[in-house]
């Protein structure tokens, strides 16, 4: 079911109705069997591993606050990791590696026929897993208390506004708002209201417009012109970021409809000046995470410079296998890794520049944001043999501009609106425009998401992580 589509406009509605009516113990209770017919509606039967990977964690979260043994504590916590990356491995790793495998020893000349499961990845299973591990790993250090009750433990991993595709809540954060009473107010569903509209608006205009003129490119680079291949990176920078933070500004909006405030996932990243400032802001649940669960158990920056290189590198490169079993996304991690070591001496240096409104800060912006497209084709590309390809087309002059889509242009709106947020330092600056203009602004976006949109055609791209 996507946010994108009439189906779910019923959902929500049917959902909201009966939640207003029912007290805190039925409310939760309403969300829970939601959020099972919300996933259910991809494919019921990978049910069954949310609420294996549920009653896994609920009773390891017990065990480890019940234990003063930290041996004991140590193998429980180990557990919860092993059993939730197993899970994440079989499905959607393994038959990434096997085939790797093969190849390596194809060239020393040993053949052998892969095994090969051939699952269907269940959407989701990325974060969910993720967000159960952070769960058992704050109880071990005693930054959480668990839950008695199983069906507010069971809504915590299972809460569909954020279900498939984040933002990865913390135990911290997300749990208590489960288990106390809340009612939304009339302030939780305008935020809401405006959050829905701001992100359909990224996603049906904006990101799935932008598909029409990426994905044909990528399919097919050889035909294109320097400057279409280059417009098509542009156009999938931009994709990419409407798509997901589209989906996450959706996501909040649906929670806030239920009195719940769901994290920032993403805050104005493309205004970043260094890779540091970068993974500060875009898919702000993920790259804390890797920090706090990866990063700094491997040592973070407090055993040496070169320590610290090696523990970006690691993290960076997992980050990248995160999103996909292919090796285009290793690329990518070791790239982001790359340059989070050459930025990283002068990261000081860029955060005194990022509170500037100079000519200098403002080309700088410019030039990383390059740095972060070339990224993303690296990202984009589904092979190496097709990466070259477009490099190739990247060189590709001798046959002048070509015909530009102007789809392209679609991009100006959200580029003017965010850098307004920007200059405001306040995302929902267009809520606190005078009257007229405000009417205006929403007029056009919605003369937009019903003259252009594209609706219910595209998943959004970060399911299939």
């Given at each position: 079911m996507l946010f994108n589509s009439f189906e779910f406009a019923v959902f929500l509605g049917i959902v909201l109705s009966l939640y207003v009516l029912c007290n805190h113990r039925k409310q939760n209770l309403i969300l829970l069997i939601s959020s099972y017919v919300?996933?259910?509606?991809?494919?019921?039967?990978?049910?069954?591993?949310?609420?294996?990977?549920?009653?896994?964690?609920?009773?390891?979260?017990?065990?480890?606050?019940?234990?003063?043994?930290?041996?004991?504590?140590?193998?429980?916590?180990?557990?919860?990791?092993?059993?939730?990356?197993?899970?994440?491995?079989?499905?959607?790793?393994?038959?990434?590696?096997?085939?790797?495998?093969?190849?390596?020893?194809?060239?020393?000349?040993?053949?052998?026929?892969p095994i090969l499961l051939n699952i269907i990845l269940p959407v989701g299973i990325s974060f969910y897993t993720f967000q159960t591990i952070s769960y058992s790993i704050d109880i071990y250090r005693k930054e959480v208390t668990p839950t008695r009750n199983f069906f507010d433990f069971a809504l915590f991993v299972a809460f569909f506004p954020q279900l498939v595709a984040g933002p990865i809540e913390r135990a911290k954060n997300l749990l208590p708002q489960i288990i106390k009473d809340r009612k939304a107010g009339l302030a939780d569903f305008e935020v809401g209201g405006y959050l829905i509209f701001w992100g359909l608006f990224k996603k049906v205009v904006v990101a799935d417009n932008l598909a029409l003129i990426v994905d044909p490119a990528f399919s097919n680079p050889s035909g294109l012109t320097a400057a279409q291949a280059l417009i098509a990176v542009y156009a999938f920078a931009w994709q990419i970021y409407c798509d997901f933070s589209g989906y996450t500004d959706i996501a909040r909006g649906v929670a806030r409809l239920f009195g719940i405030r769901l994290m920032l996932n993403f805050n104005l990243p493309y205004f970043s000046l260094s890779p540091g400032q970068f993974w500060r802001r875009w898919h702000i649940s993920l790259s804390s995470w890797l920090r706090d669960y990866l990063y700094v158990p491997l040592g973070g920056n407090r055993k040496g410079e070169f320590r610290t290189y090696i523990n970006l590198s690691i993290v960076m490169l997992l980050g990248g296998l995160w999103h996909g079993a292919s090796w285009n996304f290793v690329l990518w991690g070791a790239y982001q890794g790359l340059l989070l070591m050459v930025f990283r001496p002068y990261e000081s240096f860029f955060n005194a520049m990022a509170d500037q409104h100079t000519l200098k800060r403002w080309l700088w912006n410019i030039v990383f944001f390059h740095l972060i497209c070339f990224g993303w084709l690296l990202f984009r590309s589904s092979s190496v043999e097709s990466l070259t390809s477009y490099f190739g087309a990247l060189l590709n002059f001798s046959q002048g501009i070509g015909d530009i889509d102007w789809r392209i242009y679609l991009i100006l709106p959200i580029l003017v609106i965010q850098v307004l947020?920007?200059?405001?330092?306040?995302?929902?600056?267009?809520?606190?425009?005078?009257?007229?203009?405000?009417?205006?602004?929403?007029?056009a976006m919605y003369c937009l998401i019903f003259g252009v949109g594209q609706w219910g055609q595209n998943e959004f791209i970060y399911f299939q992580f």
């Amino acid at each position: 079911m996507l946010f994108n589509s009439f189906e779910f406009a019923v959902f929500l509605g049917i959902v909201l109705s009966l939640y207003v009516l029912c007290n805190h113990r039925k409310q939760n209770l309403i969300l829970l069997i939601s959020s099972y017919v919300f996933y259910a509606w991809w494919d019921w039967r990978f049910l069954s591993l949310i609420m294996l990977s549920t009653i896994v964690d609920y009773f390891i979260g017990l065990k480890l606050h019940q234990s003063t043994d930290q041996k004991i504590r140590k193998r429980l916590v180990a557990s919860s990791v092993t059993f939730n990356l197993g899970l994440l491995g079989v499905f959607k790793y393994y038959d990434f590696f096997a085939g790797s495998f093969v190849d390596a020893l194809a060239l020393g000349g040993i053949q052998v026929q892969p095994i090969l499961l051939n699952i269907i990845l269940p959407v989701g299973i990325s974060f969910y897993t993720f967000q159960t591990i952070s769960y058992s790993i704050d109880i071990y250090r005693k930054e959480v208390t668990p839950t008695r009750n199983f069906f507010d433990f069971a809504l915590f991993v299972a809460f569909f506004p954020q279900l498939v595709a984040g933002p990865i809540e913390r135990a911290k954060n997300l749990l208590p708002q489960i288990i106390k009473d809340r009612k939304a107010g009339l302030a939780d569903f305008e935020v809401g209201g405006y959050l829905i509209f701001w992100g359909l608006f990224k996603k049906v205009v904006v990101a799935d417009n932008l598909a029409l003129i990426v994905d044909p490119a990528f399919s097919n680079p050889s035909g294109l012109t320097a400057a279409q291949a280059l417009i098509a990176v542009y156009a999938f920078a931009w994709q990419i970021y409407c798509d997901f933070s589209g989906y996450t500004d959706i996501a909040r909006g649906v929670a806030r409809l239920f009195g719940i405030r769901l994290m920032l996932n993403f805050n104005l990243p493309y205004f970043s000046l260094s890779p540091g400032q970068f993974w500060r802001r875009w898919h702000i649940s993920l790259s804390s995470w890797l920090r706090d669960y990866l990063y700094v158990p491997l040592g973070g920056n407090r055993k040496g410079e070169f320590r610290t290189y090696i523990n970006l590198s690691i993290v960076m490169l997992l980050g990248g296998l995160w999103h996909g079993a292919s090796w285009n996304f290793v690329l990518w991690g070791a790239y982001q890794g790359l340059l989070l070591m050459v930025f990283r001496p002068y990261e000081s240096f860029f955060n005194a520049m990022a509170d500037q409104h100079t000519l200098k800060r403002w080309l700088w912006n410019i030039v990383f944001f390059h740095l972060i497209c070339f990224g993303w084709l690296l990202f984009r590309s589904s092979s190496v043999e097709s990466l070259t390809s477009y490099f190739g087309a990247l060189l590709n002059f001798s046959q002048g501009i070509g015909d530009i889509d102007w789809r392209i242009y679609l991009i100006l709106p959200i580029l003017v609106i965010q850098v307004l947020q920007y200059w405001k330092n306040d995302h929902f600056v267009l809520s606190k425009l005078p009257v007229i203009v405000r009417a205006a602004v929403y007029f056009a976006m919605y003369c937009l998401i019903f003259g252009v949109g594209q609706w219910g055609q595209n998943e959004f791209i970060y399911f299939q992580f």
